[in-house]
């Protein structure tokens, strides 16, 4: 009872059964303890649990990892907020974008997003860049290294898909010299190298009405079709592997005995 009162209401709500029921180790004090903080919480444990000096050196990493993420975070809020507003649609996207602009505070909500998407490619280059300037894609990290050549990939084509959105004539004729492109993509491009090979007796499978092209395109022009694709490739489907992909990347970053080090 005495104890019960030396408590201060933080240590109340440390030792109440539902946060120990959610944090089984309580408020760590001792080294174990913070380690085992980390270890046992779903997303702590996909960071590091000890760090090196020199990992959180500016110097060193130049932080752009760490940057990249929170940008993407950015992205994902200001995203959501967007998908309130914006509807994918030939007869809306257009107004919808321009009324968004002149919307407070919904039209900062699109500046952040169309902003932060342009930093987030700069970040994720320059990571790559001090990744491999500090020879970081060596082993045992060349898994990781590649997990983050996935995430690059993921990175451009979220702009791509997300510069059709507003629908302008930007965006329009940008999307079909992209999409154009895709046509002489190796085996699944019409066009592209080794495509005539993927046949059964005289029938081609990869036609210019069959290929990777017409996928994206949901026909053989940008249209309707291609707003509602990418809107969705956008919004759902690349953050969504997007994501998986950065818990293994960080989780990976752990396992190979966390970030590199100069020798
Ligand atoms: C969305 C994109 C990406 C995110 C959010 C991301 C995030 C991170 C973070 C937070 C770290 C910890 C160290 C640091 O901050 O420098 C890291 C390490 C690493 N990343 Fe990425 N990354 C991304 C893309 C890439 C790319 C494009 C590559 C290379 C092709 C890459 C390869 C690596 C490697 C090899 C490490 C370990 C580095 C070391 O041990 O020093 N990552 N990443």
């Known amino acids: ?25 309580g408020i760590p004090v ?67 974008i321009i009324d968004l602009t002149e919307q407070v505070p919904l039209g900062v909500m699109r500046e952040i997003h169309r902003w932060g998407a342009h930093a987030m490619v ?21 898994f990781n290294w590649s997990v983050g050549v996935l995430l690059m990939v993921i990175t451009m084509f979220l702009s791509f898909t997300g510069y059709l959105l507003p629908w302008d004539q ?19 491009g019409h066009e592209g190298p080794g495509a005539s090979l993927l046949a059964i007796g005289d029938i081609n499978l990869v036609h210019a009405g069959s290929d990777i092209r017409f996928a994206l395109l949901g026909g053989r022009f940008v249209g309707e079709a291609t707003l509602l694709r990418f809107y969705v490739l956008h919004c759902i489907g690349v953050p969504f592997i997007a994501m998986i992909l950065m818990a293994v990347h960080f989780w990976r970053v752990r396992k190979d005995g966390g970030i590199s080090g100069p020798l």
Not at 37 to 44: D, Q, R
Not at 63 to 79: A, D, E, K, N, Y
Not at 125 to 136: D, I, K, Q, Y
Request: hydrophobic share 50%; with cysteine.
């Open 30 to 96: 001792t080294r174990r303890q913070r380690m085992m903080a980390i270890l046992n919480n779903v997303f702590l444990h996909l960071h590091p649990v000890r760090l090196p000096k020199h990992a959180v050196k500016i110097k060193y990493t130049w932080c752009m990892g760490g940057l990249s993420f929170f940008l993407f975070l950015v992205l994902t809020i200001s995203g959501i907020l967007l998908m309130f507003y914006y509807r994918p649609t030939v007869e809306y996207a257009y107004t919808d």
């Open 122 to 142: 700069i970040a994720v280059w320059l990571h790559m860049f001090r990744v491999f300037m500090t020879g970081s894609y060596k082993p045992p990290r060349e």
């Open 1 to 25: 009872m005495a104890d019960e009162k030396k408590q201060n209401p933080l240590e109340k709500i440390a030792n109440s059964q539902v946060w120990k029921s959610i944090f089984r180790t």
């Open 170 to 188: 930007l965006a329009i004729w940008a999307v079909t010299v992209g999409t154009n492109m895709a046509r002489a993509h190796p085996f699944i």
